[in-house]
């Protein structure tokens, strides 16, 4: 069943009424993607942004949901990176989404795995971390400063392992409350300032100049004019353009219920034994879960839709986790598994790992003219996007204003201290920021219910609530069960929390249908 659209949203499945003739086309809808829809359409061009699939569809939804500031870059002397990343992750923070991020503190446990010589070179690492901070401008009330702490802080904020300890090192990142959502909320920045997002919509075949598209709901094909083209499919980016070549490697998370590491209130940075400067995080989550990832292995053959994590990963980041917490993990504490595929761009020089290729991005020009953005990460898609569209711009001749993105805030962001103001649901205002109220009153206009049935979890242990159920689809351009679970909402991380929510799904669409929406 696929329900109606909100009259206005250009968050729309399909490609029914879509123009045919537009300045820019964009292909993918991940989170490069809606940044470069976001940034064209804010200098003033026309933009057509199309996915063969879904909003977040791909890589970006199988992110840490971190928002890095580059510490992990200094260690592998990428100092271009590591700096972009710091600046980005502070206009994230502090701009663009301040409803969507918040500080997480990071434990580094300094145990018998930890060398004193480790200790001290992490130590500088944080501080060649803190100074990124204060190079890109971010301010010490958002990100701390690195600290250390002594044994007994430390096992007041994790169940470490004791035996061995001598203490922790503390330092700070930015969290995202979901990237999916992140992805969510650009798109739909994009489309307020005039872009026609569209998914459910293929592309067949693209040049600079011109695209050929198929209706994957009704199997009808458009061919679309444009005056530039830019391919932000990430892993696919070479079935599109063939003249880029990708070492893409997978990195794999785990989802565990909040009870298998009972005591934990932050972020714990485990060392890999036998390495230097490598770690695993435990993540806990806004929504009670927690997440442990992530592995980085190359990945060869064709690009699957949706990857899927290897049972050797798995016994990997449970033994990592492991050997730094009070009480082992074990294969039945996985609740969800996770693997997302990073898409590295190939350095050419044939041996080595993918942990060794570069973060950085690159924006390449086919042959044909199409402008392809690939690599770098999910912190810095706002500088990819500025990077693509200079490009596009460039090449295409266009007639286009200046970047604006840095200063643009993304719609339900406000500063914070207007955000802890808001009377509207604790779980609204972390997903939706000011739009929390339009979120409630849209579900109370569509289905009539109490504010006590909209807010509801839809089913024991699952948070999620029929409000924004609802709202996923008049605004957000759901189209099924599946957009709603596993985009709209992370429910489908945990295959049985899926099952006890699909009824709730299928409310919400029948609702939006049933009002005419």
């Known amino acids: 069943m696929t329900a109606a659209v909100t009259p206005g949203t250009r968050i729309t499945p399909g490609l029914a009424g879509a123009p045919t003739d537009v300045d820019v086309v964009v292909i993918g809808l991940g989170i490069t993607g809606t940044g470069v829809a976001l940034d064209a359409v804010t200098r003033g061009l026309s933009v057509l942004a199309v996915d063969a699939h879904d909003l977040a569809f791909g890589t970006s939804r199988w992110s840490s949901k971190l928002v890095h500031g580059g510490l992990r870059y200094l260690a592998k002397l990428q100092f271009g990176v590591a700096h972009e990343s710091a600046v980005e992750r502070g206009i994230l923070m502090e701009h663009t989404a301040p409803h969507l991020t918040h500080a997480l503190p990071m434990v580094i446990p300094l145990g018998s795995v930890t060398t004193r010589r480790l200790a001290i070179l992490t130590g500088a690492g944080l501080i060649g971390g803190d100074v990124l901070r204060r190079a890109a401008r971010t301010s010490s009330e958002i990100l701390p400063r690195p600290r250390r702490i002594s044994t007994v802080e430390a096992l007041q904020l994790a169940p470490l392992r004791t035996a061995g300890l001598r203490g922790a090192l503390v330092t700070w990142d930015g969290q995202l409350e979901d990237d999916a959502r992140l992805v969510i909320n650009v798109a739909r920045t994009a489309a307020s300032y005039g ?73 714990v940075f485990a060392p890999v034994p036998g390495t230097t400067g490598r770690f695993i995080n435990v993540l806990p989550q806004p929504d009670g879960t ?175 609530t029929l409000a924004e159920l609802i709202f996923g689809v008049t605004h957000e351009g759901a189209a099924d069960v599946d957009d709603l679970l596993d985009r709209r909402t992370r429910v489908g991380l945990i295959e049985t929390d899926r099952v006890l929510a699909v009824p709730a799904a299928e409310r919400a669409m029948s609702l939006v249908v049933d009002a005419g929406r």
């Not at 592995?295 to 699957?304: K, M, S, W, Y």
């Not at 693997?339 to 190939?346: D, K, Y």
């Open 195 to 267: 872009a026609e997002i569209r998914t459910r919509a293929r592309v067949v075949s693209a040049t600079g100049t011109q695209v050929e598209l198929r209706d994957e709901l009704t199997g009808e094909t458009t061919t679309v004019t444009a005056r530039t083209v830019v391919n932000a499919t990430g892993v696919w980016a070479g079935d599109l353009v063939p003249e880029v070549t990708l070492r893409p490697s997978r990195g794999t998370h785990l989802v565990l219920r909040g009870s298998s590491i009972p005591g934990l209130r932050t972020s």
């Open 290 to 464: 927690i997440y442990v990832g992530l592995t980085d292995e190359p990945v060869e053959g064709d690009i699957p839709d949706v990857p899927e994590p290897s049972e050797a990963e798995i016994g990997f980041l449970l033994d990592v986790a492991s050997a730094a917490l009070a009480q082992p993990l074990h294969r039945h504490d996985v609740v969800g598994a996770y693997a997302g595929l990073r898409p590295l761009l190939s350095s050419g020089a044939g041996a080595g790992t993918t942990s060794d290729l570069s973060r950085r991005h690159a924006v390449l020009t086919s042959a044909t003219g199409v402008i392809t953005i690939v690599g770098g990460k999910l912190t810095t898609y706002r500088r990819m996007a500025q990077d693509a569209v200079d490009a596009a711009v460039a090449q295409a001749g266009l007639d286009a204003g200046p970047c604006s993105t840095h200063a643009l805030p993304l719609l339900g962001a406000a500063p914070r201290e207007r955000l802890a103001e808001l009377e509207e649901p604790a779980r609204l205002v972390r997903r939706f920021g000011t739009d929390a109220r339009l979120v409630l009153e849209t579900a109370r206009a569509v289905s009539g219910l109490t504010d006590d049935e909209l807010l509801a979890p839809v089913a024991d242990g699952v948070p999620v």
